[in-house]
T-cell receptor, first 113, second 111 residues
Framework: QQQVKQSPQSLIVQKGGISIINCAYENTAFDYFPWYQQFPGKGPALLIAIRPDVSEKKEGRFTISFNKSAKQFSLHIMDSQPGDSATYFCAASSKAAGNKLTFGGGTRVLVKP | DGGITQSPKYLFRKEGQNVTLSCEQNLNHDAMYWYRQDPGQGLRLIYYSQIVNDFQKGDIAEGYSVSREKKESFPLTVTSAQKNPTAFYLC??????????FGDGTRLSIL
């Protein structure tokens, strides 16, 4: 059972455009929602994270929007740059379950110059 | 530099052979994790350990084994019982209730 569903699987955006990746979860016990960025041959790196007590968090060009009632959250990459071309993973965890991360399937983003 | 070191970067396994992947961290983190990454499926948790000398099965533990004899080390053995071992294996660590930090992975292939 896939507890975190991520879409789209891939995305092409022009330089300067906005990349939007969506995730939906089922487990209402989840209380931590990070996004990771992964380049080929490397491990994922934490990009930005949110807890359900806020609806939005912004760090530079990256913004997470969180909708608790809909059990959805999304990543917006503003002013996308070629260096943002990578695979992005959403994830979720709960303190009650030992903070184990459940990952979405990933979105491969390509930013064209 | 503080971080997580995985070795080797590439590993090949013969039929019927057990292989061990190394994961070392110098971040003084209590918790360590092993994930398997396959194309289009994200990361799946194999085993995790929250303290030394204790570890728990994740979602796909069959065919794998681990040990946690030292805080900084969490080796993963891929046994011959794992019939589809070809994947990218990632190790992570964290302090309790803090984000997980990942190593750069080991790519395992079948000869």
């Amino acid at each position: 059972q896939q507890q975190v569903k991520q879409s789209p699987q891939s995305l092409i955006v022009q330089k300067g455009g906005i990349s939007i990746i969506n995730c939906a979860y089922e487990n209402t016990a989840f209380d931590y929602f990070p996004w990771y960025q992964q380049f080929p041959g490397k491990g994922p790196a934490l990009l930005i994270a949110i807890r359900p007590d806020v609806s939005e968090k912004k760090e530079g060009r990256f913004t997470i929007s969180f909708n608790k009632s809909a059990k959805q959250f999304s990543l917006h990459i503003m002013d996308s740059q070629p260096g943002d071309s990578a695979t992005y993973f959403c994830a979720a965890s709960s303190k009650a379950a030992g903070n184990k991360l459940t990952f979405g399937g990933g979105t491969r983003v390509l930013v064209k110059p | 530099d503080g971080g997580i070191t995985q070795s080797p970067k590439y590993l090949f396994r013969k039929e019927g052979q057990n292989v061990t992947l190394s994961c070392e961290q110098n971040l003084n983190h209590d918790a360590m994790y092993w994930y398997r990454q396959d194309p289009g499926q994200g990361l799946r948790l194999i085993y995790y350990s929250q303290i030394v000398n204790d570890f728990q099965k994740g979602d796909i533990a069959e065919g794998y084994s681990v040990s946690r004899e030292k805080k900084e080390s969490f080796p993963l053995t891929v046994t011959s019982a794992q019939k589809n071992p070809t994947a990218f294996y990632l190790c992570a660590s964290s302090e309790n209730n803090q984000p997980q930090h990942f190593g750069d992975g080991t790519r395992l292939s079948i000869l």
